[in-house]
């Protein structure tokens, strides 16, 4: 690595603060630093993300484990050619918390935690959905690179695994696609509304999922959004003008939409297991203290949001995360606290080594409003 990249990359391990997202931390330091070109950044963090993704197996080796000589360790160091050594534990091998590896491992069981847990320390794909409001897959596909490949589940995915500079480019501008994982845009196609259907968006974020499944509205009835983090939701109000949607306001949590809602999205906030690969520090940020929070803030968004909610209305619960403990059991606590049923299975998604993140999604509505029979809730795809 040239001297120069060397330099900023351990300044930037010497810096990482686990108590704040490494993305965010990244862009600010090279905001601070716009001497590093593209190349140079592109560079930088992907050995800066290697480096958080592989920390555990690196220091097992270390005994003094400062930046400089995980810097020097990950670059000499080949994962893949020590991920059948039995002598190095299993949760080591892998670069996890101890505490998650358990947790997988008896979900999954042993091979299949070791795969999923190898598959969160590679490079995520670069994913993007077409905008069908304004444009076709196959023409955005002509636009980009030819490395663009049309998702396997997706209708509307397009994704390529190497580096491509897409912001700049005239169809981005244009509002022809944006950035989304396809499990995501999965997870998003759980919401079916009509046109006309009041549609709320509980933990909107930057309007990511609004984005994808607004366009079976035409344009009609009204979607809400609503979340904490007012910063999100002027990025969310860009992003909805670029891409054409004029049937949204921001969301006022007041009594006259109590029990109105068609639809509700509960994308809630999680642990964060099954998108590893793009926010490697959130597993250093695991512990049991910190799910156990993450359970309870799930639980109170979720009885908060259903409260909008109009018999006959659905509502999604969804999260990121691969613990059956932020999904199966959680949905299984909704339906005996609220007399919920499922209105289908569930939507299982695991990461894929080249592919989609993983989520989960489950559909639910009122007992006493017409649904299916019992559908059981599975345990692991």
Not at 196 to 206: F, K, P, Q, R, T
Not at 267 to 289: H, I, Q, V, Y
């Amino acid at each position: 690595m040239k001297q120069f990249r060397q330099h900023h990359l351990l300044q930037i391990v010497k810096g990482i603060d686990f108590k704040i997202p490494l993305d965010f931390f990244l862009h600010q330091y090279f905001k601070k630093h716009r001497a590093i070109g593209s190349k140079d950044r592109k560079k930088i963090a992907d050995s800066v993300y290697g480096i958080v993704r592989w920390q555990a197996l690196l220091d097992y080796f270390l005994e003094n484990k400062t930046p400089e000589n995980r810097v020097d360790l990950y670059f000499k160091l080949l994962p893949k050619q020590i991920f059948t050594d039995s002598s190095i534990p299993s949760h080591v091998r892998v670069s996890v918390p101890k505490s998650l590896y358990t947790r997988l491992a008896h979900q999954y069981g042993q091979g299949k935690a070791m795969n999923l847990c190898a598959i969160s320390n590679t490079r995520a794909p670069t994913t993007l959905r077409c905008n069908p409001i304004k444009t076709t897959r196959e023409e955005v596909l002509k636009k980009l690179a030819p490395s663009f490949v049309k998702t396997q589940r997706s209708p509307f995915g397009l994704q390529t695994t190497e580096h491509v500079s897409l912001f700049s480019t005239e169809a981005f501008r244009k509002g022809f696609f944006e950035l989304q994982d396809e499990g995501s845009q999965l997870l998003a196609s759980l919401i079916q509304p009509n046109p006309s259907d009041l549609v709320l968006d509980y933990c909107a974020g930057s309007g990511g999922k609004t984005l994808a499944f607004a366009y079976q509205m035409k344009g009609k009835g009204q979607i809400f959004l609503y979340d904490n983090r007012k910063k999100a939701l002027l990025e969310a109000k860009k992003r909805m003008a670029r891409a054409g949607i004029q049937n949204y306001q921001f969301f006022n949590a007041s009594k006259k939409w109590k029990k109105k809602m068609d639809w509700i999205l509960v994308d809630a906030p999680c642990t964060g297991t099954g998108t590893l690969r793009r926010n490697p520090d959130m597993k250093w940020r695991f512990n049991e203290s910190f799910l156990q929070k993450m359970l309870s803030e799930q639980r109170i968004i979720f009885e908060r949001a259903l409260s909008y909610l109009k018999l006959g209305g659905r509502i999604v619960y969804a999260t990121c995360s691969l613990l059956q403990e932020e999904n199966q059991e959680q949905i299984e606590h909704f339906i005996k606290t609220y007399n919920l049923k499922l209105v289908s299975p569930p939507l299982i998604l695991l990461p894929q080594e080249g592919g989609m993140d993983g989520f989960f999604g489950v559909t639910l509505m009122h007992s006493s409003a017409r649904s299916s029979d019992h559908i059981d809730l599975g345990g692991v795809a």
